[in-house]
Structure formats: structure tokens, C-alpha cells
């Protein structure tokens, strides 16, 4: 961790932030086209979802969360053990004091580094990520305990179960990714300290929501349509219009530098962004269909994946600097 002297050269030091390639300004603002972007983006999803009815989809998918090659007692358990390891993690949020945040500044399009508490640290995609995976453990542990007592369930709360299940899984993937590959190499080469990556709500969100997630998976094998890859859209969306609004009028910063809709290829960071939700989705209804013709070889597809996107510990060596 920090000690003072580095958290104190931390919170006064404040760099000109590096705007080159895709990264940079152009001579025109283009947060209005990717505003207008983000606006066609939703239209596309609410057609899509009425055309292809996919409300029937959802509801018909529904039904197949709670069969099991294993027991309906063990999937309660495990469903309940996977909720509570979030909630635990969401405590230990707000109960663990600042947090470590490099943000870009709205204003001053610089980055800084920011040491966030309580609701401050809820703003990253990440803790989306967990939040949803929260979420899903919990609706789906309650229609669990509901099908094995008999009872009936509304059709409305698994509607929800299975949207948060497939927008869950795309982002609980993405994340893993990102960090795996972009943020904790770009942090090792840097030599900056980054043990706060991996202290338990960081494990949660870039870990073990997508292994709780996949296992989940593996334990169910649950029918899903690749049509509910747009929930992945939704998605982003959504979390691209609650960046925007709390860096103009919230907080006054981008958690991720290239959310920035003022940014020459805005649009195309979104796009793209949301994008790779929806495909880190499709990848697992891929999975999905190779586990039906074949349980073990999909299983097997799955915990490659896994190992290739998952870190669990630093590779940057302690330095005098970091000490």
C-alpha cells in the first residue's frame, strides 16, 4: 500500500494528460455525435427487442436457471454464497477508507488522481459490474428457493433475472479482460504501486464476478438466445449517459480517460465499448452451444477463458519508489 509521503505526492500532483492517436481532441467538439450515437444506440436496442420479441425469448429462458445436473439444494447454496461474497465486498467498500482513483479531469482535461470514499467509489464500470453480479446471485437464489418449494414465480422478476444475468456476463468478462490486459500492464510498466488492485472488492469485480458468473454456467447450462446480446448494449449505454452527466454536472471527472464524449473519436469509443459488451456475451452463448453438444469440452472452453483473462496477483516487483 501507499505510505503518506506517496499518497501526499499523489493528491498534489496533477499531469497534462498524453492526447495522442485515437486518444486526442479534434478541432471540433463531438460530444454532440456522440450523444446523437449514444441516442441510436437505444433506438437500435428498443427495435431490436420489439421486432425479434424478446421479451418471449426471456421469459422462455427463464425457466432452464433452475435445472441442474446438480441438486436444486446445492445451486440455493451456491447462489446464496456467490451473493454474499458481493455484499461482503460492497461493505468492505465503504468501511475501508479512500480508495485509489486516475481520473481525467472535465474541465481541465488533465488527469489526477483522486482518493474517493463511500458512494465516490460506486462511479467506476467495474463496481457496475459487481452490482449486477450481486444482483443476479440474489434474484436467482430466491426463484431457486421458490421452485423448490412449489411455488409460483412472477413473470416480471425473471424477466429481470435473465437481462441482468446477460448484461452481467458480457460486462463481469469485459472487465476482466481490461484489467488483465490494458490497466495492470500499463500500471507494470509505469512501476507504479498498484497492490490496491487486488485487495478483495477489486478481486470481486475484476475476478470473481465473471467465475462466479461462468461456474454458475457450468452448474445450469441455461437455453439463452444471442439476441440478448443487446442487453450488453444497454448497458453500455447507460453507464456511457451516467459518465457523461456526473462529469458535466456530478463529480466534474471521466473515470476512463477515453469516455470523454468530447474526444475526436468519441463515437467510436462508445460504439465500441458497448460493442465489446454484447461480444464478450455472444462468446459465451458460443460456449454455451459447445457444452450442449459436448459438457466437457465446453467446460473446458470456459476454463481457458478464464485462465487467459484472470490475475490475481502483481507482477511489478517492489521498488524503492513504491515503498
Sequence with gaps: MFDNRVQTVLKETTRVRYMGGLLKYGEKDSTRLTLSTLICQFLLCTF????WDIYSLVESSAATFHSSWAS???????????????????FHMFKSGRGVMIVLLHDERKETTLHPIGFGKFVTFSSWTLLLNIVYFLIAGILSVNVMNGNQTPSWLNAILVVVFSAALGASLLTAT??????????VRIKRNHDQMFNFPNQMMHNFAAVFLIFDIIFVQPDLSPSFAFFGLVLGTFYALFAYIFAFYGGG?????FIDP????GPLW??????AIALSYLGVWFGIQIMAYNFLIGTSFFIIWLSLILQFRTE???????L
Design 48 to 51: 431490436a427487442f420489439i421486432y
Design 72 to 90: 436444486l439444494e446445492f445451486l440455493i447454496v451456491w447462489r446464496f454464497t456467490c451473493f454474499l461474497a458481493g455484499a461482503v465486498a460492497v
Design 178 to 187: 481490461i484489467v488483465r490486459y490494458i490497466i495492470l500492464p500499463g500500471e
Design 253 to 257: 471527472y471521466y473515470i476512463y480517460s
Design 262 to 265: 468530447r474526444l475526436h473519436y
Design 270 to 275: 462508445l460504439t465500441g465499448i458497448a460493442g
Design 316 to 322: 511489478l516487483e517492489p521498488t524503492a519508489e513504491s
